[in-house]
T-cell receptor, first 113, second 111 residues
């Protein structure tokens, strides 16, 4: 049972480049989340999806777009990367929106030069 | 959703000692969760305590909740070097379904 899988694990971009961070879960969870973690800032919610076909903004959505491709996959896209988006990105899932426990992936470390 | 605030920000102890970290929050909750993050890894759920519970145990972990003070504490007994990690609390409001995490407590357990 792989749980929550994120790809890639590391990525370096130049300012203005675009990329998509991939997340997939094999636990049949309905809800999925994208967080970013910066030193001294804790984790901040970027976007979430309560169910397939729905997405909602979190605390820091500017500069990002998301797609809930199907129940398993939730991708995060940076259309024009900025140095301020240098961070570690975590995907998480939960069985149902409103159920408590989150399961996290191992993260993607992104550097924007 | 509301954010918990962990205290202290950093804690350094010797193996075998107990580690206590605290969490404060602002508004009423449905439950409060504690997570651990090892360096370079994702968060892992440790324990959940509901608003009608005062204390909960899981192995070497003991969590208390005082809703009148809007605070919780996580006690790790007989700490091991492998307990070195950051610990986060996440209060969950009734009706809210996203979790917000604070800056965490960084625990260092030295052999």
């Amino acid at each position: 049972n792989a749980g929550v899988t994120q790809t890639p694990k590391f990525q370096v971009l130049k300012t203005g480049q675009s990329m998509t961070l991939q997340c997939a879960q094999d636990m049949n969870h309905n809800s999925m989340y994208w967080y970013r973690q910066d030193p001294g800032m804790g984790l901040r919610l970027i976007y979430y999806s309560a169910s397939e076909g729905t997405t909602d903004k979190g605390e820091v959505p500017n500069g990002y777009n998301v797609s809930r491709l199907n129940k398993r996959e939730f991708s995060l896209r940076l259309e024009s990367a900025a140095p301020s988006q240098t961070s570690v990105y975590f995907c998480a899932s939960r069985p149902d929106h409103g159920k408590e426990k989150l399961f996290f992936g191992s993260g993607t470390q992104l550097s924007v030069l | 959703s509301q954010q918990g605030e962990e205290d202290p920000q950093a804690l350094s102890i010797q193996e075998g000692e107990n580690a206590t970290m605290n969490c404060s929050y602002k508004t009423s909750i449905n439950n409060l969760q504690w997570y651990r993050q090892n360096s370079g890894r994702g968060l892992v759920h440790l324990i959940l305590i509901r608003s009608n519970e005062r204390e909960k145990h899981s192995g070497r972990l003991r969590v208390t909740l005082d809703t009148s003070k809007k605070s919780s504490s996580l006690l790790i007994t007989a700490s091991r070097a492998a307990d070195t990690a950051s610990y986060f609390c996440a209060p969950m409001n009734s009706g809210y379904s996203t979790l917000t995490f604070g800056k965490g407590t960084m625990l260092l357990v030295s052999p």
